[in-house]
């Protein structure tokens, strides 16, 4: 046994008291507290383009979208996103045909949404075109793997066909299929027999590498086709161009809503949709009218191009919130004033009018011959006189004057000489 000296069994029984301890007491790692002056995350307060562009706070004095639904067939819509929470319905997933659509795996949903029913916050300049509205969301976007996401024309159809029937206010489509498919076109018409209006986005395969091909269902009649245009009013160079183009909106860089949280700076044809699907709401709070007057009232009241009042890379022109719900375009055809009913014209007023029109047309025909006749007259009293005197011969003109210069200069005058 080895001796041990008071002071070490002193810190013999110091070392076996902190062992215990450690032992007991689980070891909490130090959390250093934040400096002031450290940096803090960037916040982008600047308003974004596309709303110095639109200028929607105009419209909000007419018309905020209040109480009007939006179902947006996307990816879903991330209903957590703090500038987004409480304007997102529970929604419906049309790809596995059971649960909601208030999740968004994508953001591509999130994105859309963001522009069109956004809330203001203290982190950015942000606000969305129709802040009053509410979104319903309808995942109609899969994914296989880490490719891009497909959307399958049966889940697109399905997705319609069940916004229709919630008696949604507007349908907004920011996804394209390249096929024309029966099931999407029914889907579609069933919408304009409800008297929904359909935004669908023209696609963003209208790049010089690309074919443009024509997009579903903005092609279809009586949906509105929507191009995108970038921070200069230049058509974004992937929007897709053609007949199907019914109105521009912004849809390059734009700030929007990103999933879980933040912002991000998102392009495509789909947020463009998003902005004049948002217009929509805003137009049928402040008007009652129906899906045809929707879209003749978006392009009535468009904002021109560079292209001008109208062209398939812009459509109409840009999409106007405060012209679409400040003044109303009328479609109606004139009418008859209330208790008027007309009559058929009599006998002697259809013989008279017969008889005006052919002396009508007999007084042109006499007219015509009588002024040919005068410049018959003028004519023939300038040239008789002329042929008379000249016995009917023409006339030549006399011969020039033969002016012979001297072969040798003359000798020079001095100034004081005698000529």
Known sequence: MIPVSGANQLALALGLVCALATSVVPAVPAVAAPAANCAQ????????????????????????????????????????????????????????????GDTDCFGTGTEVAGVMVARTSPDNGLVGIAPDARVVPVRVVASKGFGAPEVDP??????????????????????????????????IQDAATAGIPVIAAVGDRGGSNDTNPPPYPASYPGVIGVGAIDAAGIRWQNSAHGGYVDISAPGAAVLTTWR????????????????????????????TIGPGQVRAQLRATALPS????????????????????????????????????????????????????????????????????????????????????????PTLAPPPVDRPEQDEPSPPVLLFDDV
Not at 174 to 182: E, K, M, N, S
Not at 263 to 280: H, K, L, M, N, R
Not at 344 to 365: C, F, G, I, K, M
């Open 260 to 287: 879980g949280q933040g912002t991000v700076a998102a392009s495509g044809t789909g947020i463009a949709a998003g902005f004049v699907a948002a217009t929509a709401a805003l137009v049928l709070r402040r008007w």
């Open 41 to 100: 995350p960037p916040q982008d307060q600047a308003t974004p383009w596309a709303q110095d562009m639109l200028n929607a706070e105009n419209a909000w004095v007419l018309s905020r979208g209040g109480s009007r639904r939006i179902a947006l067939l996307d990816s879903g819509v991330d209903a957590a996103q703090p500038q987004l929470a409480g304007r997102v319905d529970a929604g419906f997933d049309a790809v596995t045909r059971t649960g909601k």
């Open 306 to 393: 560079v292209a001008g009042p109208h062209s398939e890379d812009y459509g109409a022109g840009i999409v106007n919130p405060y012209g679409a719900v400040s003044e109303l375009a009328s479609t109606a055809s004139p009418s008859a004033p209330p208790g008027y009913t007309p009559r058929a014209p009599s006998r002697a007023e259809q013989d008279w009018a017969a008889a005006w029109t052919s002396s009508h047309n007999l007084a042109l025909v006499l007219g015509a011959v009588a002024l040919g006749l005068v410049l018959l007259i003028l004519v023939a009293a300038v040239a008789i006189p002329r042929g008379r005197r000249r016995s009917w011969r």
């Open 154 to 187: 049966a889940a697109l159809a399905r997705g319609i066909t069940w916004a229709v029937q919630q008696q949604v206010d507007v349908i907004c489509i920011p996804v394209a299929i390249y096929t024309d498919d029966p099931r999407v076109a029914t889907a």
